[in-house]
């Protein structure tokens, strides 16, 4: 018989999750976490256009429907993150971004919805970027800053799985930023 000690990770019974695929959510979620236009601050290069469209009704930007497990090593956390369309200026609507704090822990995003890009950085400066949509699963690795851009005309929905002691670090990479922005010149989707 495998004998096993339960002290570094928490011992839960396991259990179902209801997600509704089309509707972009988890009806039962415990964390629905909420940013609106004035959570963005600081994050766009148009900081006019972002003022502009707070006075404007401060439109909703993007939720995160999380039922949480233990934040602990050996569980996976996992969510739907659902960014709307827009623009600021000319940037795409984009999440704020973060390193895990935990920065050796990787995660996985499934496109369900829409279409956009993954945008990563690492602390020495290297950029990378990854087309989302439905069926394309991107993996963001260790080490990797990511932030989801929505360049369609619909939600950009995705599943994202990660390890429970991850946490969040958005401090470090907003005040380096990500090297490059995703903007719509002259009807194209251009990186710079
Ligand atoms: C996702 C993100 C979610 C929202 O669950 O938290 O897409 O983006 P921000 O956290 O950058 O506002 C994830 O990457 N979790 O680790
Ligand atoms: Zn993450």
């Not at 946490?167 to 251009?190: M, S």
Request: net charge negative.
């Amino acid at each position: 018989m495998l004998n096993y000690v339960v002290d570094r990770t928490s011992f839960l019974e396991p259990f179902v999750v209801d997600v509704d695929v089309d509707a972009a959510t988890m009806p039962k979620a415990t964390n629905h976490l909420v940013r609106r236009a004035s959570a963005m601050r600081g994050h766009y290069a148009d900081a006019a256009a972002l003022d502009e469209l707070i006075r404007n009704g401060d439109p909703l930007h993007y939720e995160v429907f999380e039922t949480p497990v233990p934040e602990e090593y050996g569980h996976l956390m996992y969510c739907i993150s659902k960014l709307q369309p827009g623009r600021v200026g000319n940037e795409f609507f984009m999440t704020k971004g973060h390193y895990h704090t935990v920065l050796e822990t990787a995660e996985t995003y499934l496109g369900l919805q829409g279409t956009g890009f993954m945008v990563m950085k690492t602390p020495d400066g290297t950029f990378n970027a990854q087309p989302i949509s439905r069926g394309k699963m991107v993996y963001v690795p260790p080490y990797w800053a990511h932030r989801s851009v929505n360049t369609g005309d619909e939600p950009l929905v995705s599943w994202c799985v990660y390890p429970g002691e991850a946490g969040h670090n958005y401090g470090d990479i907003e005040d380096e930023g990500f090297p490059k922005r995703v903007l719509l010149e002259n009807g194209q989707i251009v990186m710079r």
